[in-house]
T-cell receptor
Framework: KQEVTQIPAALSVPEGENLVLNCSFT??????LQWFRQDPGKGLTSLLL?????REQTSGRLNASLDKSSGRSTLYIAASQPGDSATYLC???????????FGPGTRLSVLP | GAVVSQHPSWVICKSGTSVKIECRSL??????MFWYRQFPKQSLMLMAT?????????EQGVEKDKFLINHASLTLSTLTVTSAHPEDSSFYIC??????????FGPGTRLTVL
């Protein structure tokens, strides 16, 4: 059974810092991995989707990497801003058409 | 990206009543829809998988007679919480896929049972 963990559970940093969020999954035979952002009481915002054949994806200040063999992904946020404060969720899919398995999330606070 | 809507966005009901939540794919045909539940300060957990025209597949521990799922068309799936109790209060999110690499998530429905 696929399990997804995220470290750290919570993170508080001053504005401007670069930071790394970590995601681990137990079954390396994934179809794809996706990072989401969730603001309190809100739905999910898709940040980056990495297919199993890809090593990384970039969007603006965000960069996500994927190492399937070791069962790890990292989300790198450059020059953090208070508006980045949210919970970041990592999720994996084992095959096309299947559901996501979500990690518990990392709660990020960026202090002005 | 494709758009998935949910209705209502929030609902408050009395214990013992039934509540229906709709999940619609607005600009694509969703052959499969997933229903997730998220309790406060927890992550999303899959409740059931719904394929158009067939019975939903429920995850272990999810009562199929309590959480009725209907996926009668390629753009609509409904989740009915029957005889709701306070412990059913949660954030319910659907996602839909229809031949894409990506799944698209609805904005969620917050259910509060008094």
């Amino acid at each position: 059974k696929q399990e997804v963990t995220q470290i750290p559970a919570a993170l508080s940093v001053p504005e401007g810092e670069n930071l790394v969020l970590n995601c681990s999954f137990t079954d390396s035979a994934i179809y794809n991995l996706q990072w989401f952002r969730q603001d309190p009481g809100k739905g999910l915002t898709s940040l980056l989707l990495i297919q199993s054949s890809q090593r990384e994806q970039t969007s603006g200040r965000l960069n996500a990497s994927l190492d399937k063999s070791s069962g790890r992904s990292t989300l790198y946020i450059a020059a953090s801003q208070p508006g980045d404060s949210a919970t970041y969720l990592c999720a994996v899919r084992l095959s096309y058409g299947q559901n996501f398995v979500f990690g518990p999330g990392t709660r990020l606070s960026v202090l002005p | 990206g494709a758009v998935v809507s949910q209705h209502p966005s929030w609902v408050i009901c009395k214990s013992g009543t039934s509540v229906k939540i709709e999940c619609r794919s607005l600009d694509f045909q969703a052959t499969t829809m997933f229903w997730y539940r998220q309790f406060p300060k927890q992550s999303l957990m899959l409740m059931a998988t719904s394929n158009e025209g067939s019975k939903a597949t429920y995850e272990q521990g999810v009562e199929k007679d309590k959480f009725l799922i209907n996926h009668a068309s390629l753009t609509l799936s409904t989740l009915t919480v029957t005889s709701a109790h306070p412990e059913d209060s949660s954030f319910y999110i659907c996602s839909a896929t229809g031949g894409y690499n990506e799944q698209f998530f609805g904005p969620g429905t917050r259910l509060t049972v008094l």
